[in-house]
């Protein structure tokens, strides 16, 4: 599975985030040896242990809701924040990198489910976040582009349109904010019931879990 995933992602220019949380470090070890080194988890207890316990050329992205006060358990080695959904996240992050004198790259999380139970920003506060002069003053954070889930669903026309639509709205980030910074470049969309969806509509980072580790108990 591992290795026919990594080729087709591969052809499509497309990064593989494994998301392994609840795996055991043995687990994340296996695929580790064929060769991934980008691995996903959404909660900062079980990723620092994780850390801890694993080599440290992994780079770890955190996937889930975070909360400001556990920012600094993470910040100094958490390769990518996916999951900024307000902007005092994000001053907390800017703090906590600036202590370890690191710049942290994060996304920055939509709502583009149409059922109500995700987090995420919508486009109207993005901007207000992008274009507060709080924001402007940060110096230890890279917003490196955005993040979304579909609607749990069968229905892939559905589907399709919310993936659309984060690429509309990174494209309308893109252009009013980012236009002259080439790192602002990533799409992170599409997990194992989506993903070939999500590469169809422009994704650039995926994140898959139970395709490749065997569903979650
Ligand atoms: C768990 C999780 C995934 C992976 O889900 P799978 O269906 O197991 O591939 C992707 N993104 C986020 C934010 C997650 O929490």
């Known amino acids: ?43 900062v207890q079980e990723l620092v242990s994780k850390q801890e316990a694993l080599p440290a050329d992994i780079q770890w992205h955190l996937i889930g809701h975070l909360q400001t006060n556990k920012v600094k358990f993470i910040a100094p080695f958490v390769a990518m924040i996916q999951s900024v959904d307000s902007l005092k996240l ?25 059922e109500e139970t995700k987090f995420g920003l919508s486009l109207e506060e993005a901007e207000a976040l992008l274009d507060s002069d709080a924001f402007r003053g940060l110096q230890h954070v890279r917003v490196a582009g955005v993040m979304g889930m579909a609607t749990f669903t069968d229905d892939e026309t559905q589907i ?23 790192g602002f470049k990533e799409i992170s969309m599409g997990m194992s019931s989506d993903y070939r969806i999500a590469v169809r509509e422009g994704s650039t980072m995926v994140r898959i879990g139970t395709l490749l580790f065997g569903s979650r108990s």
């Open 1 to 43: 599975m591992f290795e026919k995933m990594v080729d087709e992602l591969k052809g499509a220019g497309v990064q593989l985030v494994a998301v392994s949380k609840t795996k055991s470090p043995d687990q994340i070890l296996e695929l580790y040896h064929k060769g991934q080194r980008v691995f996903g988890e959404n909660k």
């Open 90 to 114: 994000l001053l907390e992050i800017d703090k906590q990198a600036a202590k370890c004198q690191r710049s942290i790259p994060c996304l920055l999380q939509f709502h583009i489910a149409e």
């Open 160 to 182: 399709a349109r919310e993936f659309r639509r984060l690429r509309e709205l990174f494209a309308a980030l893109k252009a009013r904010f980012f236009a002259e910074d080439p």
